[in-house]
């Protein structure tokens, strides 16, 4: 098969993973990383180019690779919503990466710029929009939906049913209640038992899971 060329955005450890995961687990070929210009802190990683996310067009045109934009949850996921966009208005198309690792069945509904990574379980009649990350060994259970820009991390667990509100981000470790709708950008802390709707931007922690005082953004690096 001819390998089909893509552009990573980062040139730090999730971008190192994200490479080396589609280096060694894909039919796909980085042949670049792209940062903001004020990231570029080397000329290449990984032996690659770094190119400014600002002049990519010039050197890797949209139509001829796609990008990979597997960034964090900083700021709740806005910061990989924010670039993910940026690269949408810019005219790029983009590739997701499911391990081969990961356990999948036949009509997997997962959108584009998605990261699904190895022991994750994407049960049927479950739905992954555009934009997530789904950690190691996290469990979506049957009929979850996982909303746009959200991000699952290694080890929860969704109950059947259960609705993850865009640019959530659920901690590692973390039970979700089956049937529970958890709003936009909520932030579910490092192991808590979430047994109750969320509401938006806030933080749950404990078992089971009660609001903090801070706000997601705040809990997840931003201002
Ligand atoms: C929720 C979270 C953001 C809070 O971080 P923080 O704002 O730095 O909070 P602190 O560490 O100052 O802790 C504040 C209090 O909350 C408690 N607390 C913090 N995180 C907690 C958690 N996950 N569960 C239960 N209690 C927690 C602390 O014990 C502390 O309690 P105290 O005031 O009684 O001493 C963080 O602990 C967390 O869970 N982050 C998610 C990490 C993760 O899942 N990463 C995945 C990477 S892929």
């Known amino acids: 098969m001819n390998p089909e060329q893509v552009v990573v955005f980062g040139a730090e450890s999730f971008s190192s993973l994200a490479w080396y995961c589609l280096t060694h687990d894909s039919p796909f070929q980085v042949v670049a990383f792209t940062v903001d210009r004020a990231y570029v802190r080397s000329p290449t990683h990984h032996s690659l180019p770094v190119i400014p996310f600002e002049?990519?067009?010039?050197?890797?045109?949209?139509?001829?690779?796609?990008?990979?934009?597997?960034?964090?949850?900083?700021?709740?996921?806005?910061?990989?919503?924010?670039?993910?966009?940026?690269?949408?208005?810019?005219?790029?198309?983009?590739?997701?990466?499911?391990?081969?690792?990961?356990?999948?069945?036949?009509?997997?509904?997962?959108?584009?710029?998605?990261?699904?990574?190895?022991?994750a379980i994407i049960q049927p009649f479950a739905r992954v929009g555009n934009n997530v990350i789904i950690r190691?060994?996290?469990?979506?259970?049957?009929?979850?939906?996982?909303?746009?820009?959200?991000?699952?991390?290694?080890?929860?667990t969704l109950g059947g049913n259960v609705r993850v509100g865009e640019q959530s981000f659920i901690g590692v470790g973390a039970v979700l209640r089956d049937g529970l709708t958890i709003a936009e950008r909520s932030f579910i802390g490092a192991g808590a038992v979430v047994v109750a709707d969320t509401q938006p931007d806030g933080v749950y922690v404990g078992n089971p899971a009660r609001r903090m005082g801070k706000s997601a953004l705040e809990a997840s690096g931003g201002r």
């Open 55 to 119: 002049e990519l067009e010039n050197h890797f045109p949209p139509g001829t690779v796609r990008l990979l934009i597997p960034l964090g949850y900083h700021s709740i996921n806005g910061l990989r919503r924010q670039r993910y966009e940026a690269a949408q208005r810019k005219g790029y198309q983009f590739i997701s990466y499911i391990s081969s690792r990961a356990s999948t069945w036949p009509d997997l509904q997962v959108g584009q710029n998605c990261l699904v990574y190895e022991g």
């Open 136 to 156: 190691s060994a996290a469990h979506i259970s049957h009929h979850c939906v996982v909303a746009d820009h959200a991000f699952v991390a290694a080890g929860v």
